[in-house]
């Protein structure tokens, strides 16, 4: 079946990096885009960025650009987002989401928690 | 960017009610408008996108319509599994923008 795993939680101190990984499975990799979108404790949706898996082109939300990239690996259908400087309002669940215009396929979510 | 504009932001209702969510954008986004519903610790679940196609498995009670700036999700009756807190998003361009999320719970 289609379906997007991602890799696990993740503990950080401000000012360091994260990567999560996003794994695809049950589709054609290079067909569909995916975005990243987080949700901070209590909080709503908030969109990252986008790669498209065919091309490698990139956009991201502006109030992250410089601190947020998104590559892929088309070898083994896997999508990573690097998030760098962390910040204590960074602590987020992170998912990653087949994106078709809509997102209909979405990860199980990553937590990354930033504390010193 | 362009804003997306939920109402309310939570309600009551009781089982088997009509529930009609709002979600306004600050530009005309044609018809590039998708639903979710997020359950607690859940990933959200694709509803119904470019604003009135249900996703595959979504039961019919839950509609959309709207075009340019107003849209709505409708839920003719109320399960017991519905629920939960609904997002509206725009894909009209970059970036993707979400509502705040309207959270329904029970009366």
């Known amino acids: 079946q289609v379906q997007l795993v991602q890799s696990g939680a993740e503990v950080k101190k401000p000012g360091a990096s994260v990567k999560v990984s996003c794994k695809a499975s049950?589709?054609?990799?290079?067909?569909?885009?995916i975005s990243w979108v987080r949700q901070a404790p209590g909080q709503g949706l908030e969109w990252m960025g986008w790669?498209?898996?065919?091309?490698?082109?990139?956009n991201y939300a502006q109030k992250l650009q410089g601190r947020v990239t998104v590559t892929t690996d088309t070898s083994t259908s896997t999508v990573y987002m690097e998030l760098r400087s962390l910040r204590s309002d960074d602590t987020a669940v992170y998912y990653c989401?087949?994106?078709?215009?809509?997102?209909?396929?979405w990860g199980q979510g990553t937590t990354v928690t930033v504390s010193s | 960017d362009i804003q997306m504009t939920q109402s309310p932001s939570s309600l009551s209702a009781s089982v088997g009610d009509r529930v009609t969510i709002t979600c306004r954008a600050s530009?005309?986004?044609?018809?590039?408008l998708t639903w979710y519903q997020q359950k607690p610790g859940k990933a959200p679940k694709l509803l119904l996108f470019?604003?009135?196609s249900l996703q595959t498995g979504v039961p019919s009670r839950f509609s959309g319509s709207g075009s340019g700036t107003d849209f709505t999700l409708t839920i003719s009756s109320l399960q017991p599994e519905d629920f939960a807190t609904y997002y509206c998003?725009?894909?009209?361009?970059?970036?993707?923008?979400f509502g705040q999320g309207t959270r329904v719970e029970i009366k």
């Open positions: 989401a087949r994106d078709r215009g809509a997102m209909d396929v």
């Open positions: 049950g589709y054609t990799f290079s067909n569909y885009g």
């Open positions: 790669i498209g898996a065919y091309n490698g082109n990139t």
């Open positions: 530009q005309s986004i044609n018809t590039y």
């Open positions: 470019t604003a009135s």
């Open positions: 998003q725009q894909s009209y361009n970059t970036p993707r923008t």
